[in-house]
């Protein structure tokens, strides 16, 4: 069998089309920032909306959710994930992996906020902790590669009833933590979009590189004769 002829499964096309897609709009966006073009004049008109319909028992809610996003939470979340994967699934490299996603994440966000230093929105409507640069969200970033690697290691062997709630709990926990940063004014629009699609893009191409691994695995190399025919 040549290698041209191993297999290529649909998980590993849709995982490169969602890394491709990921990349792309996150090169959009720090484009349109840089240059103030169409997508970052949304900010301004989304960050007054957010500041304008502030309430008590929201802010406490966003304070509250925003956490979920934070290294705070994330770091004791991977360990006592990590111990799961260890312990009752023996499961080393999916344990390795959360770790990657985590990580990676951290250090593309970092590197791109050394890059692109947009400022964070008006300190006068900041109401949380937050410094350095704004572009992209960092919360955001790590939240989406997180949780979503979480949830796609740990569902894995779950009936697809259990798999689709969880895939939709988190979903809605990631929403909510970007929504947060916007609506604490930590964030503008954009960088909160931005570390999504970061974010997603990174997961995606561990993705690739994990299940091409397994399907190398599964589909080892031909050896060839002593004539170097297969």
Excluded at 23 to 47: K, R
Aim: glycine fraction near 8%; proline fraction near 5%; charge should be positive.
């Amino acid at each position: 069998m040549k290698l041209t002829s191993w297999p290529s499964s649909p998980a590993i096309r849709t995982s490169a089309v969602i890394a491709l897609a990921g990349a792309g709009l996150f090169a959009g966006l720090t484009y349109d920032v840089a240059e103030h073009g169409e997508s970052a004049h949304f900010d301004h008109a989304v960050q007054d909306l957010a500041v304008t319909h502030r309430t008590g028992w929201m802010t406490a809610a966003m304070q509250a959710v925003t956490w979920l996003g934070s290294a705070v939470v994330l770091v004791p979340l991977l360990v006592v994930a990590t111990a799961h994967l260890l312990i009752a699934r023996r499961a080393l490299r999916a344990a390795v992996q959360i770790w990657v996603a985590y990580l990676g994440a951290v250090a593309l966000y970092t590197i791109a906020k050394a890059v692109v230093e947009r400022p964070r929105p008006p300190v006068g409507e900041l109401i949380t902790n937050a410094s350095g640069a704004s572009f992209p969200s960092g919360h955001a970033t790590q939240a989406i590669a997180t949780w979503g690697t979480l949830v796609l290691v740990l569902a894995c062997a779950r009936v697809p009833r259990v798999r689709t709630a969880l895939l939709i709990g988190t979903t809605l926990i990631v929403v909510l933590i970007g929504a947060s940063r916007i609506y604490l004014g930590a964030h503008w629009l954009t960088d909160v979009l931005a570390g999504y699609a970061l974010g997603g893009a990174w997961i995606a191409l561990l993705f690739v590189m994990v299940l091409w691994s397994r399907s190398r695995d599964a589909f080892p190399p031909p050896t060839t004769g002593p004539n170097g025919q297969y």
